[in-house]
């Protein structure tokens, strides 16, 4: 059963796909017809159905797994399934991390390695209460991905990218002898357990009520408030906690209320946005040959980047 | 005793201020002089006293009432003190209210206004939410000025601002039947209590750390969060509260991490930004008459405004 | 014969709209056929036509009633007529309002709270000025509608709109009493006339020629100081009066060439933008069940708008 | 007697200036001075009058001129008068032009190009506006500077910046044969003769009210929608003249309601940013040698120009 | 053989074109079709092949010359070639002059003009470094449009530009005789010499690597620094040159990384965009009649242009 | 013979100091004074000179060392010399490097850890370049500070902060395995050496004319330009080095003609930025202890940062 990513123009399929998206068009001579976007762990393709029998706007339903018949064609370079039927299978008992992407990195690994950087941090204030924020979020904070499409949009996104933040403040930390490494690693850590709230989970992910009306940042930083009162924790080391996430995005225009002003919150701000955008463009180069330019990056205004040569025996 | 706002070139006084900041210079010839801020309930000035005398630096000790023998000259169309003498005064027992701008209604007119806004509302979440967190913060929610500078700078200046807001919001729901009367009443009572954690007091206003740190935007949607967990509240009342807190300024750039996703936290932020400029102009015009123009305020960009002739009877 | 408003997938109509625009497309097998936009008292609707008869388009001419006979089909979601034939008929004493929006209260009605507050006025030069203006383009001030397409377009929508105004003003200058009455409520009466010129008429509206080059803000300023010199009026009113229109859109980004210089210029352009901003979210909303959210908002950047819980009720 | 232009460090002075300003500020030893702004037709100067007589301030009234004893000084190399006595003189009589910066070409000059310009109108619409809104302000266009500082601040200055731009417009319709000569030309006489209502008059140029609360550009719009309908004018012209008008500023950050639709408005822009342009650079240069650098250009954002060698000879 | 300027609605056509682009996509009913891209020198128009033949990929190559037979239809008020059949023709020998828009002016009379603007550089490091760099790049220079698609995107349009630039500069040196003639001329041949490398070349012009990384103007910066040390040229001109080059989009966000320092700098910049801006606007007014607006110019923010009655004798 | 880190209010002091401006103003009483800035190793100060001697303005000559008897006193909070008297010195022989501040890490030490990075370039053409480039300005490279004024502004800054970005380059490099460590470490060690010929030298440093007119991005992108056609490089490295240089501000408003469109491009902005930020806020935090503010930071916006007590054991 082949996935979307090993498709390729005159492939005639027969397989199971997750349903993200399913809208009802209408042709110019008036009949109906499907445009279903198919997800699998290895990538997404929008399917037509153009002739739309009785019940197939139940097959097609976004969240379920179903099994598909179709043809794939090209469009604009771009390819697509001709869809000539569809058929609902049962969900229960569907294992659906083999239709979201996967971590680079097996999920047993970073739980191991987000242990052992809990277990390194000296300071009590910062140990306990970054300690008790994961165990209250942890089984999402395990699952959820770091965003529905931007960056690290895979199950345990949010993980991976909380720890390779860690992995970038550690190293930065021994350059960077000012800076105080126990509550940078823990900022790392807790920055984003707000997009467990903000977001509705692993598969299919949408923004919750919350997520749309506050926002995973103001959500994370009034449980850091919370956490600190059930502590009974007194002192500065809350309140820095809460900055660091409220100034997280760096500028208002990014939804950071505060800017940094505590060199380890401006650490923050830099480190999470070089991991963001080192995995936007890993996404973006992927595939791209040497001599040969990406797709617009939306994340950097829509500008192209360029594939050097020199990358050449790497990728 | 004459009030900072009676003052006229040439006046000799000999009268009692509270101190706001004090600051130590050279002159050209390398003697000490001190700047000094005085403020009472009518205003504040600037004083410099040009020998310092050994005790002086512990007689004006900003948030200290002073007593101060002076003569008041005109320096560039500004009065100023010339300071003769300063000599520290018991501050126990002193009545601090006699030096801080009062607010143009009574206190207790303010509370019953207040008490009565609370027991009008109907909305069981609402009631009972915007009480609980009233409560939380009363002493200081009736005392506090709603701004270091800005706007109702003044005693009870907080109270004060809310339910002038309260009005508003109270007219314009007879005018516009689609607004929702409760919640909005609630957001004009409860959007700034988080001043009363970002500032220092009634009194030499300051920033504390909370208030540099994590704004009174974010303090007062962690404390909303906190109050609903603590009433077991459930629903969207408690989601709709914090995001009308969080987009209450109603653009990144003013500090609101949300812009309003609803009518009522659209309303509350429209009324906010009224109130607070019809304040700032009721300070700019003072004194200004008609045919000539305010300075600059600096709340709307250095700007000046135009006192016309046709308030020529009222002022 | 069904309104635009009522119809659903799968009717079938025969019935008269206004065309508000007619384009002819090409099909992928090289057919022409139209598409037509067509409108009534209740709404808007797409129509196609996809066999292009030798007459068709004489009949769909934009600002004509038609004749139509469509079947009404739903693609992606949004209703479209499938336009099987047209007819022309007679122009000539259909009464267009039947093809327009009407205000929400009766043109009667407000012509009487119109002169109600024409009446109201005390002092001599605005009400001169104000009866003046408003009576020199009195027939086109009772039916234009305030916008093209952003809010108060219907009929009498720009009298709807500026007597709303002025009931704001009203209610806000009891709360502020240092508002001056008069020439606030003259300005949300005249603000806007300058629309009268700038569009072509309260049926199938466009900007006309001046409309374009000068805008509706200069218009009426230029026509305030020419109607000043035609009453021989001197002193400051008039001057004051071409300001707050000058001024009325606050921002030069928004058109005004000026930004607020007087209390009354500031709260006329607040009014406006409250006024303006109630009147979209009530476009946006109609038909929004609670829990749902809006379409995206264009006048506030493409945001989308929640519809709570606690307005079921009401709507 | 000494022009301003001519003073040096050390001289010592006995002569007669206009002047512009005068402040009283006080010294660390309370001891009053003043500050006064002196201006001659060949710059200004700011004086110091330590030991304040009694009836200096009758003496050093703004808009006079009077007779001054100084020495002059250097400060932070910025030369500076230390006034030893100021005395009034009769102001009848007085050639005020001998203390007004004057045009570097004589007034008449430019009036006989202003009727060349006229008399060279083809178009009936455009000459007969042009003529008749040039006449209606005539005395105050042949003696008002173009701007208060900026540029063109001199006698006639406003009528040797439209010359100017008349001959750049003059020039470049050779080169551009799409440009109608006509309206530009009368665009560049125009454009700018609101000021001669927004400014208070050649000396001591301050702004009016209507300056104020209006600007040169509305006042102007209004003057020519007038103008078309004293002389019962028809058609496009007034209309395409107004736009130019307005939209001469180019962009509505610069004071434009509306953005250049014509190529004329657009060419009429243009001309006039490089004819201010080309004379503050003027200004700026002055007396600066190859090799060195400029003061701040204020209307360059606080940029330094360079001065080449290749322009050693011409200077 | 029409040309495409000529083609109508209905027009049956067997011609010659050059390939612009060429797409494929897919029908409804799943049929591939080709979207191609046509040009010759009075225009470009698209076309569609619904039936696509095996070899037809083969045949519509971009930049090369096709021999096509189709209909030309009207689609959305825009004309449109149904492409029916294509063929390959022999590419050698072809003049492909006659499928790229022409200059207004014939090359060889610019090429006369350059070298008679070359000779008149009295200044002697100006004249060599100037004829060193257009001599190094001659041919290009020659033929070259000025930009791919902005303005004066014609063969010879970089030249074409250039001296129209330098014709303005002329006249203005006359007009404001403080500009430095010579080094304002110079500046006026080269500033956009980087187009050479920046660009592909005078037919189916795209941006070439160079051009993508460092862009036109940091490339010809670095030609001239190179130019000077080959020339060992000393002293400020090549410093100046330099300036004058990496300063001419006048502002950062227009892709100058130096604002005009030199009031030559500064005149070139205003030229250079006076003169695209009166070719673009020639562009978009081209075929619009008195009364008519143009389509959207995206040079102007998408602003639409007015054409005046006035210009209905000229066009 | 104390350094001015040791200086404390009522010293007084016979020293030796760099003179790096010397102004002259006037007092009251209309006495000349200066104003001098004095520098050492362990920082600066400002001296005020009241009564100044004859010969005193050939003695404070910026740049040269001189000998100093002076009072310190206070003034706002800020030390202040009063200067007795000064007298000029030898200037031959005297040891610079004891009035500049020195690099944290011993020349000697960074030159090796320079040599090493070289050593350490694995790819030919990247190896070549990068060592003929910092051969060619090695002595400079070596000696010059980063910056006049803003970030690493001591001798031997440029290579401190070179060397400081190449490791973390050297440490992200593994973390990120897609990204080339040879172009991106040769980028760290070569995007600031256009600095040695925009800055005048490690004392007293200054902007010379290149340095205004071109700036440092722009001199460095021509010499890679050069360096290739000397070298006889071919290829894209060359191409990709220019970019990299000229994209490492990374925005237009930051001095950058390109945007960052390699990946290792990006990943030197951010790296630059990183490491900018961090020695600005080392220069920030100096002497601020745990609990207060630093003063207003100008290269973030005038913010204030907060040390928190967590710090407290380190510093």
Not at 20 to 41: E, P
Not at 73 to 80: D, G, M, P, R, Y
Not at 180 to 208: F, M, Q, W
Request: charge should be negative; charged fraction near 25%; hydrophobic fraction near 40%.
């Amino acid at each position: 059963m082949k996935s979307i990513a090993d498709l390729a123009d005159g492939d005639r399929i027969d397989s199971q796909f997750l349903v993200n998206a399913c809208t009802k068009g209408v042709t110019a001579n008036s009949r109906s017809y499907l445009t279903i976007s198919f997800q699998d762990a290895t990538g997404t393709m929008d399917g037509k159905k153009w002739d739309v029998d009785p019940g197939d706007e139940e097959v097609f339903v976004p969240g379920n797994i179903v099994s598909v018949e179709a043809e794939v064609i090209s469009n604009k370079n771009v390819l697509q399934m001709k869809v000539l039927s569809g058929a609902s299978i049962a969900q229960e008992g569907i294992d659906f991390t083999r239709f979201v992407p996967s971590s680079p990195i097996p999920k047993e690994e970073l739980v191991k390695k987000l242990e052992a950087y809990l277990a390194s941090l000296h300071d009590g204030d910062v140990k306990k209460l970054t300690t008790y924020l994961l165990k209250k979020f942890y089984d999402r904070y395990l699952d959820y991905p770091a965003a529905v499409r931007n960056h690290h949009n895979f199950a345990s996104g949010l993980l991976y990218h909380s720890l390779s933040m860690a992995d970038d403040a550690e190293a930065l930390c021994r350059l960077y002898p000012s800076l105080n490494r126990d509550i940078l690693i823990a900022g790392c850590l807790i920055h984003d357990v707000g997009k467990t709230i903000e977001l509705s989970g692993p598969v299919a992910t949408k923004y919750t009520l919350e997520g749309k009306l506050l926002g995973h940042i103001s959500i994370m930083q009034a449980e850091i408030k919370e956490a600190a009162d059930v502590l009974k924790m007194q002192g500065e080391i809350p309140v820095l906690m809460q900055h660091m996430v409220l100034s997280h995005h760096n500028k208002p225009e990014f939804g950071s209320p505060m800017e940094p002003e505590t060199r380890e919150a401006l650490a923050l701000a830099m480190i999470d946005d070089f991991d963001a955008k080192m995995n936007i463009l890993d996404k973006a180069y992927a595939g791209v040959n040497p001599g040969e330019w990406t797709q617009k990056v939306f994340a950097f205004d829509d500008r192209y980047f360029y594939q050097p040569f020199y990358n050449e025996k790497k990728e």
